[in-house]
């Protein structure tokens, strides 16, 4: 039976809601622009797949408010509504839910990491009366079964309601071991436009080339979400998306979304070559994350020359018993050289830092700031530790008293941690705004940004905005 489904970023502030390991806020950020809504792309292809009829709409980043999403839930009448929820975010969007069912009848999803295979304990401190499924996993594998009224209890990676109205759990930890056979996600009902690049404007398209990370760092979601095995697309079916959004959609610039896109050095080779061989090289370009290790030189030269334009290091710490203790897998050693090749191969970098873990002192993060100029970023993120649930690091942070009873409605830059063993959140806060000003505004950061846009004019409208949200953010707290 056909349905009509509403897949939707609610009003609100602007958050990485597809981004399932950070759910960063972008206003609050210094220089990350929206990423494509690809978790709503591709929950509406396996939609459109099994005979549905889908809308979509990112209300947040088109600052569309609760009237323009109530006009189209009447316009529309879904039988089914889904919305993707982050931590942050997660009691709003429970009242917009609220909002909604209470002139809409139909069934309503959350999606989000939030919900990935979640205690009781901590689900009862969320209003969910008139939420019917909660997706934890990746939305492709079940939102097609949801919408088809497959049994519940055999849809993986989710939480329903029962006939008496009690949460129940299914199974978790499925994955999907084929991504070759997932539907690329269904940009044509997406508002592209809204995704840009961050120093140019361009539209930009976000496209996953893996999913599932083999580290164990304590802080991130992402094995739990995706499997700690590495899942990988074929490059060929990544070079058929890009091809896709280049001729359909006019879309010449990528964000290659993996948490290890470094990892499997004869795989990046292999795209990059497939990449350079095509009518395309010359006409795109892309960004990428990287682990600092293992990484190759060879690698970042390839990747250059194939187009990529900026590499992002979770450089993380520059104390190496943090790093330690966070089971980074990487050293400083490994840093320091990840930055030297970057420059080496004319990669501007993107670095990302995380302070206040709760056995840091001031020490600590002194040795993380000395770190910052020691790598040397193009551009430079300070990220305040976020102990989400289900995560090595919460479990840390309750033993040692270190957070609030809830960090529902937290998020890296209002982080839920108490205390460090050195500092409060108060000292922690003002740390990062004093490294983030140290680097930022200094004279020669300054001139080379501006002699970046004397070189390429274009650049001077991105560096502009974010210039000015990164120094409104900088001095929202002593103004």
């Known amino acids: 039976m056909t349905k009509k489904v509403m897949l939707i970023y609610p009003p609100g502030l602007l958050y990485q809601r597809g981004e399932d390991r950070c759910q960063a806020s972008i206003d609050a950020s210094s220089a990350t622009s929206m990423r494509a809504a690809n978790d709503l792309g591709y929950a509406a292809a396996v939609l459109l797949q099994r005979g549905h009829e889908v809308f979509i709409k990112d209300y947040q980043t088109e600052r569309l408010g609760l009237d323009a999403l109530l006009d189209d839930i009447v316009a529309f009448a879904p039988s089914m509504v889904m919305l993707s929820a982050t931590n942050a975010t997660i009691h709003e969007d429970i009242d917009v839910v609220n909002t909604l069912k209470a002139i809409h009848d139909a069934v309503y999803v959350l999606k989000g990491a939030i919900f990935f295979?979640?205690?009781?304990?901590?689900?009862?401190?969320?209003?969910?009366?008139?939420?019917?499924?909660?997706?934890?996993?990746?939305?492709?594998?079940?939102?097609?079964?949801?919408?088809?009224?497959?049994?519940?209890?055999?849809?993986?990676?989710?939480?329903?309601?029962?006939?008496?109205?009690?949460?129940?759990?299914?199974?978790?930890?499925?994955?999907?071991?084929?991504?070759?056979?997932?539907?690329?996600?269904?940009?044509?009902?997406?508002?592209?436009?809204?995704?840009?690049?961050?120093?140019?404007?361009?539209?930009?398209?976000?496209?996953?080339?893996?999913?599932?990370c083999s580290a164990a760092c304590i802080y991130c979601l992402s094995p739990h979400i995706s499997g700690k095995k590495i899942r990988y697309r074929s490059p060929a079916n990544v070079m058929a998306e890009i091809e896709d959004c280049f001729s359909k959609h006019d879309i010449r610039d990528f964000f290659f979304k993996s948490d290890t896109f470094t990892m499997d050095a004869a795989w990046v080779k292999e795209l990059c070559e497939l990449i350079i061989a095509s009518p395309l090289h010359g006409k795109i370009a892309f960004t990428a994350n990287s682990r600092t290790h293992p990484l190759t030189e060879e690698t970042l030269v390839l990747m250059k020359r194939a187009g990529c334009f900026m590499v992002a290091f979770g450089y993380e710490s520059g104390n190496e018993e943090t790093m330690k203790r966070v089971k980074k897998g990487a050293t400083i050693g490994h840093n320091l050289a990840a930055a030297k090749m970057a420059k080496k191969a004319k990669l501007p970098v993107y670095g990302f830092y995380m302070i206040g873990f709760p056995w840091e002192t001031a020490e600590h993060i002194a040795d993380t700031r000395k770190h910052i100029f020691d790598t040397a970023p193009d551009f430079l993120e300070v990220h305040i530790a976020m102990p989400y649930y289900g995560t090595e690091l919460h479990e840390l942070c309750v033993q040692q008293g270190a957070i609030t009873d809830d960090v529902l409605g937290s998020n890296y830059f209002e982080s839920g941690?108490?205390?460090?063993?050195?500092?409060?959140?108060?000292?922690?806060?003002?740390?990062?705004?004093?490294?983030?000003?140290?680097?930022?505004?200094?004279?020669?950061?300054?001139?080379?940004?501006?002699?970046?846009?004397?070189?390429?004019?274009?650049?001077?409208?991105?560096?502009?905005?974010?210039?000015?949200?990164?120094?409104?953010?900088?001095?929202?707290?002593?103004?």
């Open 117 to 212: 295979d979640t205690p009781h304990q901590v689900l009862e401190l969320l209003d969910l009366t008139n939420v019917d499924f909660l997706i934890g996993g990746e939305v492709e594998f079940s939102i097609g079964q949801i919408a088809d009224a497959i049994y519940p209890a055999d849809i993986p990676n989710i939480f329903y309601k029962d006939e008496s109205g009690s949460l129940k759990k299914t199974h978790f930890g499925v994955f999907e071991q084929n991504l070759d056979s997932i539907p690329f996600p269904a940009r044509h009902l997406m508002n592209n436009a809204l995704y840009t690049r961050p120093d140019t404007g361009a539209k930009m398209a976000t496209i996953q080339t893996s999913r599932g």
């Open 417 to 479: 941690i108490v205390a460090t063993a050195g500092c409060t959140p108060q000292q922690l806060h003002k740390l990062r705004d004093d490294i983030m000003k140290s680097f930022y505004l200094r004279p020669g950061y300054l001139a080379k940004r501006l002699l970046d846009c004397v070189k390429r004019p274009g650049l001077l409208p991105g560096y502009v905005k974010y210039g000015l949200r990164l120094i409104r953010n900088l001095f929202r707290r002593t103004v």
